[in-house]
């Protein structure tokens, strides 16, 4: 399985839809302080499952939602898709014919969340399944957050065992 | 699953002590059971040994060999179990200009294994990459992405002043 | 000493609110006490807001904003209270090259004040400073300092290999 | 008061003797990773009267001595010689007549330890109060641990009044 695509909508600071195209071999992402960066990172961790507020330098979920800017009033939803590329392998069974897989999840100011897989909705516990089995569910090690890479060196010995099991 | 936290333990055991030399140039890590009797709970410990330094408890390393060792973990844990991708965000920042290099080489090699996702403020690791994704906020507070293939822009200073604030 | 706190918190406060948009080139910044009926106990909250930002939450606010913003508030007590000396351990790492520059002017005027001492990694930061000690361990594992005036040496690569592994 | 010259032996990393003058205005410390930038750092809290070893990246007090290279053995002893200059502020009323003030602690393997002022002896007490006037007691606001730049501003409330006191 494939990165591909990530499309971000009235998440953190993108009030506008921004789409974000990964080729193979190394995409970097650059620019100023406070631009956005991690943001994209906190987009990622968010459309794969992430359910708590704090690893997401919030305090409830609704800050993830585009609170506005000296221009620009606050937006009612946010939503990301992110679109994997089938290659055969790390895909759980029963996607396993097809060819791509768009995972998308939404959320209005009101506390309403939606959650889809290839357009057709499902739960919440349906997309933490689908990442669990590849190595990218929302604890692991396949991305080393802003600040964070020593922690695996600084950690007690039991937590280093999850790191491993999680490979295992 | 006790099988096979043991077999991935001596797996990703054996890649650390291969990657740690490398992102250091010499030297030697790796990981021990802190108890092998009891497979199911015991915990992992790291021993790492920058070239020409004594063994010593790994909290007394600097800041720039802790980020490289716990680099060398990360990867090592990828090369057994590769993910989709892998996501790095100012992974760098804590690295001198010749361990910035050996990094993003190393990045670039992982690279042919699974997509690399790498955030940074460094020049050196940006000319490194495949293509880049500069975000700026030309309306403060909203973010925008602009996409620059690395091989056409030179990373002067256009790339700086699309860049700024 | 409620009297003293009192004092005390109101001459930073006031420094704080003009440091932060020297840094950040505009936005405003101030703290509030969480108990204001009860001196000797209530805590000290920071708002900050960035230019062109709503305000919002710190914990929002991004790494290099987080560290601009704990640097504004440090240099605000140093300039209530000097004292012999200010040392900063890589604390431009998370800054991008335009928050570097002005982070290392700012050192540069408070110096006039008392004694700075900056560790770095950053080419801008050396070049800024009135004297260099190159850290090197040319013996593995035992390390000595080379002084530089900046003003005589260039930052060429002899000081890059000077400084080397 | 002013910094003037720091002389480190046996201290960490530095197992020859190493001087580094401080003059005024600002004063770069650069070199590849590991070289020993921070132990400078760690020396400078040391000889100011830090007790803790953790603070200094070490189990025990001892791990501050010189504990060997591929090429050298380890040393029984570590020493560091902070010299001040007395510029008329900051200085408490004992020493406002010296011209110069050295202060030097010892630390033998053995656990024994030595402090003085002025090259004669005194307790860790007599070194800790000196400096706790001066505003660059051991937890106070100018020193920034590397990696610690943001922890005031993610501090709790209650923390952060701390750090005023310390300037009121
Ligand atoms: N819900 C929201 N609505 C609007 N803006 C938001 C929201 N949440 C976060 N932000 C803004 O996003 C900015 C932080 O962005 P981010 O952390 O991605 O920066 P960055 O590019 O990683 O910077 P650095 O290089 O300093 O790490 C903050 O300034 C914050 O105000
Ligand atoms: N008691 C000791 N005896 C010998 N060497 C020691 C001792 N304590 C620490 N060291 C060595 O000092 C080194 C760390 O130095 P330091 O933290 O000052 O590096 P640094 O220059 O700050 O690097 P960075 O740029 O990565 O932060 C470690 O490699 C460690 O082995
Ligand atoms: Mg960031
Ligand atoms: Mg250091």
Redesign the pocket.
């Known amino acids: 399985m494939r990165i591909k695509k990530l499309e971000i909508f009235g998440f953190k600071s993108f009030a506008d839809r921004v789409v974000i195209n990964f080729d193979a071999g190394v995409t970097g992402i650059v620019g100023p302080n406070g631009c956005g960066k991690s943001n994209v990172v906190d987009a990622l961790r968010w459309v794969m499952g992430e359910q708590n507020a704090k690893h997401l330098r919030g305090d409830q979920m609704q800050d993830i939602i585009f609170n506005g800017s000296q221009t620009r009033g606050a937006m009612g939803l946010a939503e990301v898709t992110l679109t994997l590329e089938n290659d055969g392998q790390l895909v759980p069974q029963e996607y396993a014919h097809f060819e791509e897989i768009e995972v998308t999840r939404r959320l209005y100011r009101n506390g309403n969340s939606e959650y889809e897989i290839n357009k057709r909705e499902c739960r919440l516990r349906d997309i933490t399944e689908f990442f669990l089995g590849t190595g990218v569910g929302t604890k692991a090690y396949s991305i080393i957050e802003q600040g964070r890479v020593s922690s695996i060196v600084q950690a007690k010995p039991e937590e280093r065992r999850q790191i491993i099991e999680e490979a295992a | 699953t006790k099988q096979r936290f043991e077999e991935a333990f001596r797996a990703i055991n054996e890649r650390f002590s291969q990657v740690f030399p490398r992102l250091f140039r010499g030297g030697k890590a790796w990981l021990e059971l802190t108890d092998p009797n009891d497979l199911l709970n015991s915990g992992v410990e790291i021993f790492a040994q920058?070239p020409g330094?004594?063994l010593?408890s790994i909290a007394?390393?600097?800041?720039?060999?802790k980020a490289l060792t716990a680099t060398s973990l990360i990867f090592a844990i990828f090369l057994i179990k590769p993910s989709p991708f892998c996501l790095l965000d100012e992974v760098d920042a804590?690295l001198?200009e010749a361990n910035v290099d050996r990094f993003s080489l190393m990045v670039q090699e992982m690279s042919k294994i699974s997509q690399f996702i790498v955030i940074t403020h460094n020049r050196r690791t940006m000319e490194k990459s495949d293509q880049l994704y500069g975000v700026t906020m030309e309306q403060p507070g909203i973010s925008k992405t602009v996409h620059v293939r690395v091989k056409e822009a030179s990373l002067s200073t256009n790339l700086g002043s699309e860049m700024a604030y």
Do not use: N, R, T
């Not at chain 2, 007394?60 to 060999?65: K, P, Q, R, V, Y």
């Open positions: 920058p330094k004594k010593a007394l390393m600097s800041g720039g060999e804590p001198d």
